[in-house]
């Protein structure tokens, strides 16, 4: 048998752009478009200005209460009637709180997004609510909270946020919050939440074939007997990073294996140093031959996977390490994830690596981007980062330019191994001695 | 095919209508080709007709620690290049390994798709050679990994692995699961491995598909440049047989007291074969049943008695293709109420699709959902390849890709009950129960 021995030369790569977009407006909101021509299905996605961030202290968990409450009827139809009418179309409701918005997507073949858009803005603009509907959902999602809780990696996260943010109230709590705040939130809450951030007209987002969809009429549907304006953006958290490491376990008895949350601020998503950020952050732990996983994974046997990036909301950004590590190398897999982070700080990337980085992330943007959903997602980025309808040739321009310079600049600025949170699940009994090599080793009480 | 079985059901007279074309190597290797302009990308995938229905006693876990082994170099590829030259051309990549097969994928940016089919050329024609003591026992690792991060360290994470030692008896190829024993999986020896490969990865137990951003003419002649050479390996043994003289005979019945946060129940029962008529039966079935907040499961026992927690609630089919593939149901209990309870509230709604006819508004519902769901899976193309590499592997021909939703919009409220009749009945139950450690602890 012959193998061909060389490896082939790439061949005329076609252009890159995002799909055409269209806006359409009608009682104070905004259609926008995405066309993908040829697409069976489609996807709408009521964009709110209604986030996590918006929920008084002590009851977070209350805009999720509020998305999971919105099907159990509506002022026209009850719950069992309500998933029939819609689920009859083919479509679920999929509602979502994050940092930055409320979202309530849909997704059908196009010929029916239209009925599903109106059956999702019903749920959202006109939900029933009745109190004891309310209160049972709270109570099923203490209950979901609990179950989530017990599985490897939310009591982690919440106890880095909680020290990273510790003096910036909202931020410094978990985005679902947790079982104690949400067993707090009242009817009364998730009601005053509805009634003060969710009847503002908003975006809706569309992604399928336009040829099959008639826009004036998903606004329509969407904005009909809306009110309000759309709301002033708050400004930025400060930025803060401690002078030193600080180690915070989370006992897990019987654990096999310990997880490892790694982490300090960064900049918000609005930073001018995003592209050379996210390169660097592809580098030390985004791609698969990252230099985390390289070592962590490949050479050591230590993880299935370890990955490295920021994540970076309107007002806020952290940098974070995230694994699963078997118990008995704790300290040897901190170590070495410690040496990397520090390595990539004071040295920065190599060429070769950044070619990896620059590629894998400009395609992307094109292999990561082919569904409706996706272009959904996409089109809500530019909606809540406020950036241009060809941000994402530009972004991959910015991707494919970017320098070694401009890159190690960029990791030198933005990793802080010495101000690093080190946040680890695991057994306690075993792993305590290992973790105080790291610094103040104290327990969390989440 | 294809009939109006409800009137506001719209009826795909096709669930595949993009264009199919295919050939066959001289050394066996099959060829797929869909071609989609619409977007600058390519997906390349090969199904290899062997999974964890192939491994012998002893060595279980083998094929799909063989998948991990496939990334870590080859011949004209050094160790950790075969990543690096997917994601830096742009390219996302994995592999999965199921009882049934394994497969392998890229999507790319479609100038790439020379590099995609080399490398994997170069895999399936050259692995042995870059075969090393070192990479298999650093594999070894990552998969034991694997394993604690998805089944053992997870509250219900071993399931799965429970439920088919009840299901398939003794001997059967589904009876292990595909991760494989810690066990076996240490005394892994890299001879084995060698062997393995020059067993089953040949280019006649292989099917290669390529979707999108690309012509069947270019294609094939890539296909026959780089794959062309490789030796056919005769006489390929077959897996044992799946065989099943069929539903169990008597129930099955297994109780878990593990560190989880609340009783957890799961039924499961032996079907038909993916690909069957009464599979597909079982597939709306599972949808009347579990799928969506209009199933009976959600509106009886989440909504209606209100004894099992609404996130945690469902039912599904396990696809696969050669033997009766399994149904689970599963449900979690909400807070005060016992094991008993929840189990006796889903013994009643599963009892309900053999007494209690499903009606013409569940039938559609469920139909709405699964065209959906076919459309989702079918709107990349890594969807599309894989989708046809399952056609042609398991039923000898891509085209009968476009006959799944079609006949699933055929299924009759007959057609369920008679695949409950058949299949779900009490005496053929496999019953798994979680109980947590200390009643009403928290974590």
Same mark, same amino acid.
């Not at chain 1, 949400?182 to 998730?190: E, G, I, K, R």
């Not at chain 1, 003060?196 to 007997?225: I, N, S, T, Y």
């Given at each position: 048998m012959t193998l061909i021995t060389t490896r082939p030369a790439p061949g005329t790569a076609r252009p890159y752009a995002f799909p055409a977009i269209h806006r359409v407006t009608a009682h104070g909101g905004t259609v926008i478009a995405a066309h993908l021509p040829g697409q069976v299905l489609a996807t709408a996605v009521l964009l709110l200005d209604a986030s996590g961030a918006r929920e008084p202290e002590g009851r977070e968990g209350t805009a999720t209460v509020l998305a999971k409450s919105l099907e159990e009827g509506t002022k026209k139809r009850d719950s069992a009637a309500y998933a029939l009418a819609l689920e009859g179309l083919g479509a679920e409701l999929s509602p979502s709180v994050d940092w930055d918005a409320f979202r309530v997507g849909v997704s059908a073949p196009a010929p029916r997004l239209a009925g599903a858009v109106r059956l999702a803005a019903e749920a959202a603009r006109t939900p029933k609510l009745d109190p004891s509907d309310v209160a049972r959902v709270r109570d099923d999602e203490v209950t979901a909270l609990r179950m989530d809780w017990a599985q490897p990696?939310?009591?982690?996260?919440?106890?880095?946020?909680?020290?990273?943010?510790?003096?910036?109230?909202?931020?410094?709590?978990?985005? *679902?919050?947790?079982?104690?705040?949400?067993?707090?939130?009242?009817?009364?809450?998730?009601?005053?939440? *509805?009634?003060?951030?969710?009847?503002?007209?908003? $975006?809706?987002? $569309?992604?399928? &074939?336009? &040829?099959?969809?008639?826009?004036?009429?998903?606004?329509?549907?969407?904005?009909?007997?809306?009110?309000g304006q759309a709301l002033a953006l708050d400004a930025p958290l400060r930025l803060s990073v401690p002078a030193k490491p600080r180690v915070i376990l989370v006992d897990r008895p019987g654990s096999v294996q310990s997880t490892l949350r790694i982490g300090h601020r960064a900049p918000e998503r609005a930073t001018p140093d995003y592209v050379p950020m996210t390169l660097a952050a592809t580098v030390l732990g985004g791609a698969f031959t990252s230099r985390l996983n390289h070592l962590i994974r490949e050479v050591k046997g230590y993880t299935y996977g370890i990955r490295g990036s920021y994540a970076m909301t309107r007002r806020a950004g952290r940098f974070e390490v995230a694994a699963g590590v078997q118990t008995a190398v704790t300290g040897p897999a901190i170590l070495d994830t410690l040496g990397e982070i520090r390595r990539t700080q004071a040295e920065g990337v190599t060429e070769a690596e950044l070619e990896v980085a620059r590629s894998w992330r400009a395609g992307q943007l094109s292999v990561e981007m082919q569904t409706p959903g996706a272009i959904a997602g996409a089109l809500a980025s530019l909606v809540v980062h406020g950036l241009p309808d060809d941000y994402y040739e530009t972004l991959r321009r910015e991707y494919l330019e970017a320098t070694v310079e401009q890159v190690s600049a960029a990791a030198g600025r933005h990793l802080a191994v010495d101000g690093l949170t080190l946040v680890v699940e695991g057994d306690g009994e075993k792993i305590k001695a290992d973790l105080a090599e790291f610094g103040d080793l104290t327990e969390a009480t989440v | 095919m294809g009939r109006v079985t409800s009137p506001t059901a719209p009826v795909a007279t096709t669930g595949y209508p993009w264009p199919i074309e295919t050939t066959r190597l001289a050394n066996g290797l099959r060829v797929v080709v869909s071609e989609d302009r619409t977007a600058p990308v390519v997906c390349v995938n090969l199904w290899y007709d062997v999974g964890s229905r192939h491994e012998p006693p002893g060595q279980t876990g083998f094929a799909h620690l063989f998948e991990h082994l496939m990334f870590e170099g080859s011949q004209h590829v050094k160790k950790t290049e075969h990543m690096k030259l997917v994601q830096g051309n742009g390219g996302s990549l994995n592999a999965t390994t199921n009882p049934d097969r394994t497969n392998y994928f890229e999507s790319m940016p479609s100038e790439h798709l020379e590099l995609a089919l080399w490398l994997e050329a170069d895999r399936l024609g050259g692995l042995v050679p870059a075969l090393t003591q070192e990479t298999l026992d650093n594999q070894r690792e990552v998969v034991k990994n694997e394993r604690r991060q998805r089944y053992d360290n997870v509250p219900y994470g071993d399931a799965w692995l429970r439920l088919l030692p009840l299901l398939y008896p003794q001997g059967h190829p589904y009876h292990h699961a595909t991760i494989g024993s810690m066990e076996d999986l240490n005394a892994a020896s890299l001879d084995t491995f060698k062997a393995f490969h020059q067993q089953y990865y040949a280019p006649n137990n292989c099917v290669l598909t390529v979707a999108g951003d690309a012509s069947p003419a270019e294609v094939f002649a890539l296909a026959e440049k780089y794959f062309g050479a490789i030796d056919t390996v005769p006489d390929i043994p077959p897996a044992p047989s799946g065989h099943l003289a069929g539903p169990a005979g008597e129930p099955a019945r297994e109780t878990v007291t593990a560190a989880v946060p609340a009783p957890r129940i799961y039924l499961s029962h032996r079907t038909y074969p993916f690909g069957s008529a009464g599979y597909d039966a079982i597939t709306v079935l599972a949808t009347v049943l579990g799928s969506g907040r209009g199933s009976r499961l959600y509106q009886r026992l989440a909504d209606g008695k209100r004894i099992a927690q609404p996130d945690y609630i469902g039912s599904y089919g396990v696809d696969l293709a050669h033997a009766p593939a399994p149904l689970i149901i599963t449900a979690t209990a909400k807070d005060g109420v016992d094991a008993g309870t929840l189990e006796a509230g889903l013994v009643e709604v599963v009892q309900s699709l053999i007494d209690e006819p499903v009606t013409e508004d569940e039938l559609n519902r469920a139909k709405a959902l699964l065209t959906t769901s076919w459309?989702?899976?079918?709107?990349?193309?890594?969807?599309?390849? =894989?989708?046809?590499?399952?056609? !042609?592997?398991?039923?000898? =021909?891509?085209?009968? #890709?476009?006959?799944?939703?079609? #006949?699933?919009?055929?299924? !009759?409220?007959? =057609?369920?009950?008679?695949?409950?009749?058949n299949t779900l009945q009490p005496s053929s139950r496999v019953t798994l129960t979680y109980l947590p450690e200390k009643s009403g602890e928290e974590s």
């Open positions: 990696g939310p009591r982690a996260d919440a106890a880095l946020r909680a020290d990273l943010f510790a003096a910036e109230g909202r931020y410094s709590r978990p985005l *679902h919050g947790d079982p104690t705040s949400v067993a707090a939130v009242t009817v009364d809450d998730v009601l005053a939440f *509805h009634q003060e951030w969710m009847l503002r007209p908003g $975006v809706l987002l $569309v992604a399928g &074939d336009l &040829d099959g969809l008639d826009l004036a009429e998903l606004a329509e549907a969407a904005f009909a007997d809306t009110t | 459309w989702r899976q079918v709107s990349t193309v890594g969807g599309r390849a =894989d989708t046809l590499g399952r056609y !042609t592997t398991q039923f000898g =021909d891509p085209a009968t #890709a476009g006959h799944r939703l079609p #006949a699933w919009q055929a299924v !009759t409220a007959d =057609d369920i009950t008679e695949a409950a009749v």
